[in-house]
């Protein structure tokens, strides 16, 4: 188990993680099909989707949260 304090870091991380996965097996299907040179099309694009999810979610994470709290109650 991780420290309550980490909590954000680790929702933001899952969060990248998976989204980014999702979006990139969608897209290289949508763009390029499925055929035998999927997966590594699939792993290639992933590789620098992934960090750039994560760093963008590092920081559109905490103003959206800023954003969200302002408009509701």
Known sequence: MFPKK???LLFIL???FGMSLLMTLIITYVNT???SGYINRFL???AV???I???AALL???IAKKF???ITK
């Open 44 to 46: 290639k694009a992933w």
């Open 60 to 62: 559109v994470g905490p």
């Open 14 to 16: 899952i969060m990248g």
């Open 6 to 8: 980490y909590s954000n």
């Open 53 to 55: 999810a994560i760093t």
């Open 49 to 51: 989707g992934l960090p």
């Open 33 to 35: 099909g499925l055929d």
């Open 68 to 70: 969200v709290d302002k």
